[in-house]
């Protein structure tokens, strides 16, 4: 771990559920945080959690260490804030990555750092790229990789992301792949921030519609995400 990370996982306040610590904040002192990173170089890994993750997390011990050792973890869905009142306390904001994303665009954009994108099915990569492209057309993508590729490959892979310069990887490979990949990887890639992102990159290279904004709202997003996928996310 770098010197500086170990000082943002000590400064900043946690709460925790099960053993996982989380960042009980707002947006706008989420976005501050990641723009601090940015701006001290603190290589950092940041995760989400949900209550799928923290049941995975109970039964896999290399992903419950990814996320114990992470700098940053943002709370994502009502499972979260639900856990948070029967302990007594209760969730600032449901912080999810999907939700997220236009923040992040921007905010690097302004910080003019640039991004690697790693993850999900062959095509929806590209698309991605091109919404980010009409989206935020002054944030430099400096790479791209669909997430269906053999182990052997990886270190070729982390080859092109350094040799591409990113500041920041976003990974789409779904809990708990990516945050394990991030986890053993991490020590050989030069990005400042790497971002563990599940399916965001369907929603948003269109393979997969978002719920109505009520139900992003109350944190029930999975049960539009059933409806659609009914067999893959039972
Ligand atoms: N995926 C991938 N490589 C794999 C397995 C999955 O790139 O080996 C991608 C998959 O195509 C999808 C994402 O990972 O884009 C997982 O999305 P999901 O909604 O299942 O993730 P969750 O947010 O539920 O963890």
Known sequence: MYKN??????????NHLLGIPFSNIDLQTALNLVGEILDQTIHSN???????????????????????????????GSGVSY????????????????DLFPHFCSLFSEKNKSIYL?????????RLEEWIENHYPSLNVVGKQHGYFPDSK???????INQSGADILFVAFG???????ISQNEHKLNTILNIAVGGLFDFYGKNV?????????????????????????W
Not at 85 to 97: A, H, Q, W
Not at 210 to 230: C, D, N, S, T, V
């Open 46 to 76: 940041l995760f989400f959690i949900n209550a799928h993750c923290i049941n995975t997390s109970y039964s896999n011990i290399e992903y419950k260490k990814a996320l114990q050792k992470a700098s940053i973890i943002f709370p994502d």
């Open 118 to 126: 790693l993850g999900a099915k062959p095509g929806t990569v590209e």
């Open 175 to 181: 809990v708990p792949k990516q945050e394990i990949w």
């Open 83 to 98: 856990a948070c009142k029967m302990l007594g306390g209760s969730l600032t904001e449901n912080l999810n990555g999907t």
């Open 5 to 14: 990370e170990t000082s943002i996982k000590k400064r900043e306040k946690k």
């Open 154 to 160: 990886t270190d070729a892979i982390i080859d092109q």
């Open 209 to 233: 519609s978002r719920a109505p904004f009520f139900m992003r709202k109350l944190g029930i997003e999975w049960i539009w995400r059933l409806i659609q996928e009914p067999t893959r996310m």
